[in-house]
């Protein structure tokens, strides 16, 4: 039978076979490139003590992401008050890009805390502790630089090594329902920005803003220490950093399930880079992390300065926003689950750069800004409850945190940078094309939806990956059990003989 050349026989691998068992001598199930082989090794019990994951993770993302998002809150106040002397809108434009790069760059440090202590809970009590310093020290400072290291650098790296270890781990416990379970732990961060929006705004209008990041680090700090504490894993853990004759008992023996293979934590495996499925899903991170972020952060300013509206209009429409993300984000893994993890993100993530030309470019008025903040909010936060179960179906569980790890350190570049070329697009609209108010948003806007699109385009390339290669192991399965079901023939039972 002739064999079709496809990108897939960069990891053509041993069939998947009836008679292949966790036991079989002639598969190295620790090496195989087989992702089915790999994934079917692992007991997972679909639920239980999941879903108490799943809760702590939608309050974690709550107040680390959802504080995250209200940057848009502070960086109205920033440009209405002139609040650090000689300080640009670029310039405060950094500041959340930097807390996103940072975050991003934080990946493979946090594996690296997560092997070689033992405990996936080091890098997230240490996240805790960098979450809680990055708003409290922002709230004491006095210049742009300090506020560029704290609420930047500081909070970047906390979001950083606590998202890393709680991506992979819903992972451990669901498999059919793994999008569900992801996209209402990413709706927490819709949860948070919808609250802590609103008490951010009201916090800064009552008393100051000072005080407003105080309280929003001691609340980040009062929520993750009992949520860390409850999380746990399916994979045994035993902190290093214990006495010896302490560890055991100290292991989560009790929920935990042998498997024959076992979860990768490499801090930083290049492979991925160029791996034939995976690097486009890579580039889908590029191109949706631009369109996000771009949306998220211009979304008050355009209303506020493009069209004129109040701050309070504006904090509504981020509010809406993110009320948005919390009912689209476990939507969105709820269809995944259903119809199919690339198809239906494809679809979503067009559907979020059709948004940005269809409502945000025209609008005009206060209305319709609020039926796109609705369906951007819906629509266009996919990646976050996607990503995981993504870069499952492509690279298989065990190899999940190591390929989230690359995947978040590649798409620090647009985290840092996506919100400044935004801004840098309006300014050239406004210099060199002399346009003003929301005239000079549009080409902001067509990139915003342009990034949203092209994410799609390369996520298609993905999934046609992905059904190569089960297509190739489909039919090498069938050939290795017709092969085992004929019986030998006479010329070959002669010559045993």
């Given amino acids: 039978m002739t064999k079709q050349l496809d990108a897939t026989e960069a990891i053509r691998a041993p069939p998947t076979t009836a008679s292949e068992t966790p036991d079989s001598t002639h598969i190295d199930l620790a090496t195989t490139d087989n992702v089915r082989l790999s994934d079917a090794q692992f007991s997972i019990r679909e639920g239980g003590y999941g879903w108490v994951n799943v809760v702590c993770s939608i309050f974690v993302n709550a107040v680390t992401w959802g504080v995250n998002t209200t940057f848009g809150v502070y960086f109205s106040y920033y440009l209405q008050h002139d609040y650090f002397t000689g300080a640009t809108p670029m310039r405060y434009a950094y500041v959340g890009g930097l807390s996103v790069a940072a975050c991003m760059l934080a990946a493979p440090f946090s594996n690296l805390l997560w092997r070689s202590s033992g405990w996936f809970k080091t890098p997230l009590y240490l996240g805790m502790v960098f979450v809680t310093m990055g708003q409290v020290g922002a709230g004491l400072c006095r210049t742009y630089v300090q506020l560029l290291f704290t609420q930047g650098l500081v909070f970047g790296i906390g979001l950083g090594l606590i998202m890393v270890p709680t991506q992979p781990l819903l992972s451990q416990w669901f498999r059919r329902k793994l999008s569900y379970a992801q996209g209402l732990s990413a709706a927490g961060s819709g949860l948070g920005g919808l609250v802590l929006a609103n008490t951010t705004r009201y916090l800064i209008q009552e008393k100051s803003l000072e005080y407003a990041l105080i309280c929003n680090g001691i609340v980040s700090f009062v929520v993750l220490l009992p949520c860390i504490t409850l999380m746990k894993s399916t994979e045994p853990q035993t ?209 915003c939806g342009a990034c949203f699109v092209m994410s799609g385009v390369m996520l298609c390339m993905s999934w046609r990956f992905v059904r190569s290669r089960n297509r190739v192991q489909q039919l090498e399965s069938a050939d290795q059990q017709t092969s085992d079901a004929t019986p030998p023939s006479e010329s070959q039972t002669g010559e045993k003989m």
Avoid at 265 to 285: D, R
Avoid at 383 to 411: H, K, M, Q, Y
Wanted: charged share 10%; with cysteine.
């Fill in 239 to 447: 902190p290093r950093f214990l006495p010896s004759g302490f560890r055991k008992s100290k292991t989560e023996s009790s929920t935990t399930t042998t498997s024959t293979a076992k979860i990768r934590k490499n801090p930083l495996e290049l492979k991925w880079l160029v791996h034939p499925g995976y690097a486009f899903v890579l580039l889908f991170g590029v191109f949706s992390m631009i369109g996000y972020f771009v949306a998220l952060y211009s979304l008050a300013a355009f209303a506020s300065s493009g069209l004129g509206l109040t701050q309070k209009q504006a904090s509504t429409l981020q509010s809406i926003l993110a009320a948005g993300q919390m009912v689209g984000r476990p939507l969105c893994g709820l269809l995944l689950d259903l119809v199919g993890r690339h198809p239906c993100t494809i679809v979503i993530q067009t559907l979020a750069g059709l948004t940005c030309f269809a409502f945000w470019l025209p609008a005009r008025s206060f209305g319709l800004l609020v039926v796109f903040a609705v369906t951007q909010g819906l629509l266009g936060g996919t990646i976050w409850s996607s990503v995981a179960p993504l870069s499952a179906e492509v690279v298989g569980i065990r190899d999940l945190p190591s390929a989230l790890a690359v995947f978040w350190l590649v798409t620090s570049v647009p985290g840092q940078f996506g919100q400044p070329m935004a801004v840098a697009l309006i300014n050239y609209s406004q210099k060199r094309l002399g346009r003003r108010g929301a005239d000079a948003y549009l080409i902001s806007i067509g990139f």
